[in-house]
C-alpha cells in the first residue's frame, strides 16, 4: 500500500515528496512529517507534483484557498484538526471522526457523528457514506484511499506540522475552508500572545538543560513544536527535536529535567522504571527529582491544546515561577544511587 506524504501550503510553490515509509510505531501519532496539502483532483499525483488542482475535464489551474467553497460536512481523521474545530467554533460541521479524535475532544462523542477506528485502518466506503465535503488526515496517508475520496467529490486536506508555523498555517488553512477565517486569526494571536508571555516571564531566568521524548523504545525526542515550547518556557533543549538517539548519549547530556510524553501513552508512562533501567539515576534530574510525564494529548496534538502543554512544560522547568496544573505527573520515588566509581 502506497502512502503519500507531505505537500506544504503556503506562499511557496506546492512540492512533491515522496514517502519515505511508514513506521509502524507511529501508526497513531498525530503527525509525522512536515507541510500539508490540500487536493481536488483524482489525478493526485498531477495536481500535488505541479502545484496544480486538476478538474474533472483534465484542465489544471494554479490551487488557491479563495477558490473552494465553505465546506459543510467534514470527516475529520485528525484529532489536531478537530480540536482546531471545536476552537473556531465549527464542530457541527463534523461528520465523521475517530475514536482518538473523541479523547482529546469528547462531545464528538455524542452519538450525532459517525465514530472511525482510526485513520488508518477506517475503510474509504466508511468515510464516503458519511457524504462529506472534505476529508482531513495527516499525511502520510493512502494513495489508494485518497483517490478515492476524490472520484466521490470530496476534497481532502492532508496535514503535517513540523513547526509552531505550521500550525498556525493549519488553524488558518482550516479557518476558511469553514469560513471562519476571522475567527482563525484571533485563536492564531491567543496562542501567540500565551506563548510570548511565557517566553517574557522567564527572560531572566537560567535555562536548565531540558530533555523531552515522544517515545521510549527507540528513544526519539519530541517533535519541533515542543522543542520551540521548551525554550519558551525557558529551558534548553538537548537533541535534534524528533531525532532517535541512545539512552547513554542523554546521560551524557546530564539533563537537569526530564520529560517523557509518549505517542498514545496518555499520562501512563513508568518514570520510576525508565530512568532506573536507563541507567540515568545520577542524572542531575533523577537526584532532584525533577522526572515528569506530560499527558500525550498535550504535547503531541499540534493544536491550541498546546497551551495546556506549554503550561506544564513552564511548571517542570521553573516551578518557582508556575504552578503546578493538570496533565503533569512528577516522579514520587527514585532509587538511591551509588557511585559504583567513586572518584579517590
Known sequence: MRALNGVRLGSNRIGFR???????????????CGGGWFATSVDTCRAIGSGRAIDGSGANSVVSMSSFHTVRRIACLQ??????????????????CTRYCAD?????????????????????????????????????????????????????????????????????????????????????????????????????????????????????????????LIDAAGGVVLSAPGAQTTAEEVLEFDPEVIIAAWCGAGDRVPLEKI????????????????????ADELLNTPAPTLLQGLAALAFAIHPELFPCTKGIRQITGVPVFVDKNPKG
Do not use: H
Open 18 to 32: 515522496k514517502n519515505i515509509g511508514r513506521d509502524p510505531v507511529f501508526e497513531s501519532r498525530d503527525s509525522d
Open 79 to 96: 484529532p489536531s484538526a478537530t480540536v482546531i474545530l471545536d476552537a473556531l467554533g465549527a464542530l457541527g460541521s463534523v461528520v465523521a
Open 104 to 228: 482529546v475532544v469528547p462531545q464528538v462523542a455524542d452519538g450525532s457523528r459517525l465514530i472511525l477506528a482510526d485513520s488508518w485502518t477506517a475503510s474509504t466506503e466508511q468515510i464516503v457514506a458519511a457524504k462529506p465535503d472534505l476529508v482531513i488526515a495527516a499525511v502520510p496517508y493512502q494513495e489508494k484511499a485518497v483517490t478515492e475520496i476524490l472520484r466521490a467529490g470530496a476534497r481532502f486536506l492532508g496535514l503535517a506540522p513540523k513547526k509552531l508555523a505550521d500550525i498556525y498555517t493549519d488553524i488558518a488553512t482550516i479557518a476558511g475552508t469553514v469560513g471562519a477565517s476571522d475567527r482563525g486569526e484571533e485563536v492564531i494571536a491567543a496562542m501567540q500572545r500565551s506563548i510570548a508571555n511565557v517566553r517574557a516571564g522567564v527572560s531572566t531566568c537560567e535555562r536548565p538543560r531540558v530533555w523531552c521524548e515522544e517515545w521510549g523504545k527507540p528513544l526519539i525526542a519530541s517533535q519541533p513544536w515542543v522543542a520551540e
Open 275 to 294: 530512568v532506573a533501567d536507563r541507567g540515568w539515576l545520577s542524572t542531575a534530574a533523577a537526584l532532584s527529582g525533577r522526572v515528569f510525564c506530560i
